[in-house]
């Protein structure tokens, strides 16, 4: 039991020291594929020293909550961290306090809190951002609700650790065609949750356009480096649920070894490599979508998993 308990600490430490650099690994690979030299992998850990060195401004007019998001922010994912698997494929010490859509809303929670801070501010750039990110929230939970269920109908479950087993053991279930179908979709959705290309630009700074970066515009110093580190976070625990609960959970300790579960750092740290080329080949492949074509993005993501889900029905 306390082995399970140290593990779970290990592995909310491991998403908390890696994020930034699957950041910077992100930041890098677009840019070498788009013929620029690009920053170092570290300079995400460049910009969070600098800001958390630097003073922090905060309006007379806010109110408690524009100081409270950036700590929710930064906490969430790492609240999630605890309930799914980051480097075990079996149950630890928290694994059945939530399950996938506990997750999700906790997630949702650090959302709905910068979205509100963004308001709080009254920079007029601010809420347009809040109002362009909760459409896209809106249209994004439906697919996470279906994805859900999709899963516990096969699953009959939504615990992560019960999920990973059940989905894609014995391997020849990764190819049946509603894996594949909720696979596309749920790739889709991180495309869209994290604001990436063709929904929104990251590295683009043009306020009239920005939709959730124009969410932290108000923050400086420590407020500005929570905001981004937890944004970090929140990318690098999607990329847990993507690949170690839906896709290939490959690389997770399987015994209980200390050694076992270190060694799966660097294995889970190369696949998450491998899904960041994925995304960044989608993201310069793609220009960024007008606004209301983000419907039709996020529609064909429902239209899929409606399809696996059905598909998932007919089978049983």
């Not at 980051?86 to 306090?97: R, S």
């Not at 996938?100 to 007029?124: E, H, R, V």
């Not at 439906?142 to 989905?167: D, L, N």
């Not at 060694?263 to 998450?272: D, E, F, G, T």
Request: hydrophobic residues 55%.
């Amino acid at each position: 039991m306390i082995a399970h308990l140290l593990y779970n600490v290990l592995q909310a430490l491991v998403v908390l020291l890696f994020a930034p650099l699957m950041a910077g690994i992100s930041s890098k690979l677009k840019e070498r594929l788009q013929s620029h030299r690009g920053p170092s992998v570290f300079q995400p850990y460049y910009d969070l020293w600098k800001l958390f060195h630097k003073d922090e401004i905060v309006s007379h007019e806010s109110t408690w909550i524009f100081r409270v998001t950036p700590y929710v922010v930064f906490v969430a994912p790492l609240f999630v961290a605890l309930l799914i698997p980051v480097l075990t494929d079996y149950p630890l010490f928290f694994a059945f306090m939530g399950d996938m859509l506990g997750g999700g809303f906790i997630l949702a929670l650090g959302g709905f809190f910068a979205t509100l801070a963004a308001i709080d501010t009254a920079n007029p750039y601010g809420p347009m951002g809040a109002s362009r990110t909760r459409m896209v929230g809106f249209l994004a939970e439906p697919v996470f609700m279906i994805v859900f269920f999709t899963v516990s109908v096969v699953a009959g479950s939504t615990i992560p650790y019960i999920v990973q087993q059940r989905w894609v053991h014995p391997p020849a279930n990764f190819f049946d065609p509603a894996h594949v179908l909720l696979m596309i979709a749920f790739f889709m959705l991180i495309l869209a949750e994290t604001g990436r290309l063709p929904v929104d630009n990251p590295s683009g700074h043009f306020e009239l356009a920005m939709i959730d970066e124009s969410k932290g515009l108000e923050y400086s110093g420590r407020g500005a480096a929570l905001m981004k580190w937890g944004g970090a976070m929140k990318f690098f625990v999607l990329l847990c649920i993507f690949l170690n609960v839906l896709v290939a959970p490959w690389g997770l300790a399987s015994s209980q070894s200390f050694t076992a579960v270190l060694a799966a750092i660097p294995l889970v740290l190369l696949k998450m490599v491998l899904c960041i080329l994925a995304l960044v080949g989608v993201e310069s492949s793609f220009a960024k979508l007008r606004l209301f074509r983000i419907t039709e993005f996020l529609g064909a993501a429902f239209v899929v998993c409606v399809a696996a889900l059905l598909i998932r029905l007919m089978e049983l």
